[in-house]
T-cell receptor, first 114, second 111 residues
Framework: GAGVSQSPRYKVAKRGQDVALRCDPI?????LFWYQQALGQGPEFLTYFQNEAQLDKSGLPSDRFFAERPEGSVSTLKIQRTQQEDSAVYLCASSSFGTVYEQYFGPGTRLTVT | AQSVTQLGSHVSVSEGALVLLRCNYS??????LFWYVQYPNQGLQLLLK??????LVKGINGFEAEFKKSETSFHLTKPSAHMSDAAEYFC?????????FGAGTILRVKS
């Protein structure tokens, strides 16, 4: 079946622009995660949804970052007033109920802020 | 808090040689441990996982890892490297529902 998909795959934004990154999880997966992967580093947790509820947003680096999953399926990560330090790959992952730790990752969106 | 240390940011082996990628973890509770592989411009693919039970776990593509509680280690091995194994490998530990990743090890396979 289809895996996790993300769009766009690449995004170039000028400093100060707003961006929106989309994640389509595996159908039926209850849990959805966003991670940020800076160049040369491992992914770092940003936020976690169970269905439409955002249960943990402790990893969001600033109040410029906002995530939503209004219908419990597709999720959007929005970054307002982008800064150069926001340049990274943003990975989305999903998992099924009962095996929340077995996460399946999408290909990521590479954001470059110029 | 849970953490992962991967020893060696780059590892180079010859084709056909043993692959050994090292991972040590810190966890305040019995851990769930994972190895993921990332090919260029792709997402993370789960290689194998340890949750409970047998400490030697086998994964895809001939990889395996052994959970050693006394050493807080979860090293990844493969008896014979193939050119297609060249990629970046991440060890991760569960922290409730989220994963905490190491910094990654880039594996280079020489012909």
């Amino acid at each position: 079946g289809a895996g996790v998909s993300q769009s766009p795959r690449y995004k170039v934004a000028k400093r100060g622009q707003d961006v929106a990154l989309r994640c389509d999880p595996i159908s039926g997966h209850v849990s959805l995660f966003w991670y940020q992967q800076a160049l040369g580093q491992g992914p770092e947790f940003l936020t976690y949804f169970q269905n439409e509820a955002q249960l943990d947003k402790s990893g969001l680096p600033s109040d410029r970052f906002f995530a939503e999953r209004p219908e419990g399926s597709v999720s959007t990560l929005k970054i307002q007033r982008t800064q150069q330090e926001d340049s990274a790959v943003y990975l989305c992952a999903s998992s099924s109920f009962g095996t929340v730790y077995e996460q399946y990752f999408g290909p990521g969106t590479r954001l470059t802020v110029t | 808090a849970q953490s992962v240390t991967q020893l060696g940011s780059h590892v180079s082996v010859s084709e056909g040689a043993l692959v050994l990628l090292r991972c040590n973890y810190s966890s305040s509770v019995p851990p769930y441990l994972f190895w993921y592989v990332q090919y260029p411009n792709q997402g993370l693919q789960l290689l194998l996982k340890y949750t409970t039970g047998a400490t030697l776990v086998k994964g895809i593509n001939g990889f395996e890892a052994e959970f050693k509680k006394s050493e807080t280690s979860f090293h990844l091995t493969k008896p014979s490297a193939h050119m297609s194994d060249a990629a970046e490998y991440f060890c991760a530990v569960s922290d409730l529902y989220k994963l905490v990743f190491g910094a990654g090890t880039i594996l280079r396979v020489k012909s």
